[in-house]
Protein backbone atom coordinates (compact mmCIF):
# COMPACT_ATOMS: atom_id res chain seq x y z
CA UNK A 1 0.00 0.00 0.00
CA UNK A 2 0.96 3.66 -0.70
CA UNK A 3 -0.52 6.62 1.18
CA UNK A 4 -0.48 9.30 -0.20
CA UNK A 5 -1.27 13.10 1.55
CA UNK A 6 -1.72 16.55 -0.29
CA UNK A 7 -1.32 19.96 1.52
CA UNK A 8 -0.95 23.70 0.24
CA UNK A 9 -4.11 24.04 -0.86
CA UNK A 10 -5.95 27.30 -0.01
CA UNK A 11 -7.85 30.61 -1.28
CA UNK A 12 -5.95 32.84 -3.66
CA UNK A 13 -6.94 35.59 -6.13
CA UNK A 14 -6.74 35.16 -9.91
CA UNK A 15 -2.97 35.81 -11.07
CA UNK A 16 -1.43 34.39 -7.79
CA UNK A 17 0.06 31.45 -6.96
CA UNK A 18 0.30 28.55 -4.70
CA UNK A 19 2.43 25.44 -4.35
CA UNK A 20 1.06 21.71 -3.57
CA UNK A 21 2.75 19.23 -2.13
CA UNK A 22 1.99 14.99 -1.84
CA UNK A 23 4.03 13.35 0.51
CA UNK A 24 3.82 9.30 -0.08
CA UNK A 25 5.02 6.59 2.54
CA UNK A 26 4.11 3.04 2.56
CA UNK A 27 5.61 1.23 0.09
CA UNK A 28 6.87 3.63 -2.19
CA UNK A 29 9.40 1.35 -3.94
CA UNK A 30 6.48 -0.33 -5.90
CA UNK A 31 5.13 2.57 -7.73
CA UNK A 32 6.78 4.81 -10.18
CA UNK A 33 4.92 8.14 -11.51
CA UNK A 34 2.80 10.51 -10.38
CA UNK A 35 0.61 12.63 -11.18
CA UNK A 36 -1.39 15.40 -10.60
CA UNK A 37 -5.83 15.39 -11.01
CA UNK A 38 -8.50 17.85 -10.33
CA UNK A 39 -12.23 17.78 -9.69
CA UNK A 40 -14.51 20.94 -10.49
CA UNK A 41 -18.09 20.84 -9.02
CA UNK A 42 -20.02 18.91 -11.20
CA UNK A 43 -17.21 17.87 -13.47
CA UNK A 44 -15.30 14.76 -13.90
CA UNK A 45 -11.67 14.47 -12.32
CA UNK A 46 -9.31 15.71 -15.01
CA UNK A 47 -5.51 15.35 -15.33
CA UNK A 48 -2.95 17.95 -14.95
CA UNK A 49 0.18 16.76 -14.94
CA UNK A 50 2.76 13.93 -14.58
CA UNK A 51 6.39 12.79 -13.90
CA UNK A 52 8.35 10.46 -14.00
CA UNK A 53 10.03 8.30 -11.41
CA UNK A 54 13.31 9.87 -12.22
CA UNK A 55 11.07 13.10 -12.47
CA UNK A 56 13.40 13.45 -15.98
CA UNK A 57 10.16 13.64 -17.91
CA UNK A 58 6.79 15.53 -17.43
CA UNK A 59 3.35 15.74 -19.05
CA UNK A 60 1.09 18.62 -18.97
CA UNK A 61 -2.66 19.31 -19.83
CA UNK A 62 -3.12 21.93 -22.33
CA UNK A 63 -4.83 23.97 -19.92
CA UNK A 64 -1.85 24.62 -17.50
CA UNK A 65 0.65 24.46 -19.99
CA UNK A 66 3.29 27.36 -19.30
CA UNK A 67 1.67 28.25 -15.93
CA UNK A 68 2.13 24.79 -13.86
CA UNK A 69 5.27 22.65 -12.76
CA UNK A 70 5.00 19.62 -11.54
CA UNK A 71 8.54 18.20 -10.18
CA UNK A 72 9.62 15.66 -7.42
CA UNK A 73 12.23 15.01 -4.46
CA UNK A 74 12.55 11.28 -4.49
CA UNK A 75 14.87 11.29 -1.31
CA UNK A 76 11.47 13.05 0.70
CA UNK A 77 9.20 10.68 -1.45
CA UNK A 78 6.79 14.14 -1.86
CA UNK A 79 6.04 15.75 -5.48
CA UNK A 80 5.01 19.17 -5.71
CA UNK A 81 2.84 21.28 -8.10
CA UNK A 82 3.68 24.62 -8.79
CA UNK A 83 0.42 26.96 -9.81
CA UNK A 84 1.41 30.22 -10.97
CA UNK A 85 -0.79 32.51 -13.13
CA UNK A 86 -3.91 31.44 -11.37
CA UNK A 87 -7.05 31.67 -12.92
CA UNK A 88 -10.69 31.04 -11.57
CA UNK A 89 -11.48 27.72 -14.04
CA UNK A 90 -8.54 26.42 -12.10
CA UNK A 91 -10.88 25.96 -8.63
CA UNK A 92 -11.19 22.34 -7.91
CA UNK A 93 -10.29 19.64 -5.59
CA UNK A 94 -6.48 18.76 -6.46
CA UNK A 95 -5.33 15.26 -6.39
CA UNK A 96 -2.14 13.48 -6.07
CA UNK A 97 -2.14 10.11 -7.33
CA UNK A 98 0.62 7.14 -8.19
CA UNK A 99 1.19 4.71 -10.08
CA UNK A 100 3.10 2.55 -13.10
CA UNK A 101 3.37 4.43 -15.42
CA UNK A 102 3.41 8.66 -16.60
CA UNK A 103 -0.29 8.98 -18.54
CA UNK A 104 -3.16 11.28 -18.55
CA UNK A 105 -5.46 8.19 -18.22
CA UNK A 106 -6.44 8.50 -14.24
CA UNK A 107 -7.60 4.66 -14.10
CA UNK A 108 -4.09 3.99 -14.79
CA UNK A 109 -3.21 5.05 -11.36
CA UNK A 110 -3.10 2.53 -8.50
CA UNK A 111 -3.18 5.23 -5.32
CA UNK A 112 -4.94 8.17 -4.45
CA UNK A 113 -4.54 10.98 -2.01
CA UNK A 114 -7.96 13.05 -0.19
CA UNK A 115 -7.45 15.83 -2.48
CA UNK A 116 -6.66 19.56 -1.43
CA UNK A 117 -9.47 22.36 -2.12
CA UNK A 118 -7.97 24.98 -4.58
CA UNK A 119 -10.03 28.22 -4.85
CA UNK A 120 -9.15 30.60 -7.12
CA UNK A 121 -11.57 34.33 -6.55
CA UNK A 122 -11.92 36.64 -9.77
Known amino acids: QVQLVESGGGLVQAGGSLILSCAAS????????MGWFRQAPGKEREFVAAVTRSGGTTYYADSVKGRFTISRDNDKNTVYLQMNSLKPEDTAVYYC???????????????WGQGTQVTVSS
Open 26 to 33: GRTFSTGA
Open 97 to 111: AAGWLATTQKNQYLY
